[in-house]
Nanobody, 124 residues
Framework: QVLLVESGGGAVQAGVSLRLSCAAS????????MAWFRQAPGKEREFVAA????????YYTDSAKGRFTISRDNAKNTVYLQMNGLKPEDTAVYYC?????????????????WGQGTQVTVSS
């Protein structure tokens, strides 16, 4: 079992960058494929980015491509989401998620463990 805690969110102006972190405790993070999801008010939770166990493969939703980068440091038991060029439509609660299986997936139903989320608010 793994416990996930996100941090790094905040209220920012459009165009700036934020780096979200997801720290894991319990079982070592290298056992898990990881992903970031987000949920805006009144909307369903949506996939943002995913990374496999080793960090060698990543996958992004179209709106994140070229602006966001997911990475992981298994030695630090932490996954990151670097977000550049933030837009008001990026406003949401961002969640990290973990799943013990190999490979990579954008399906939230495949992820067993979730953090509590961190709020990102982008104003124009």
């Amino acid at each position: 079992q793994v416990l996930l805690v996100e941090s790094g969110g905040g209220a920012v102006q459009a165009g700036v960058s934020l780096r979200l972190s997801c720290a894991a405790s319990g079982r070592t993070l290298s056992y898990y494929r990881m992903a970031w999801f987000r949920q805006a008010p009144g909307k369903e939770r949506e996939f943002v980015a995913a990374i496999n166990r080793s960090g060698g493969s990543t996958y992004y939703t179209d709106s994140a491509k070229g602006r966001f980068t997911i990475s992981r440091d298994n030695a630090k038991n932490t996954v990151y989401l670097q977000m550049n060029g933030l837009k008001p439509e990026d406003t949401a609660v961002y969640y990290c998620a973990a799943d013990v299986n190999s490979g990579i997936t954008y399906d939230p139903l495949r992820y067993e463990y979730w953090g509590q989320g961190t709020q990102v608010t982008v104003s124009s």
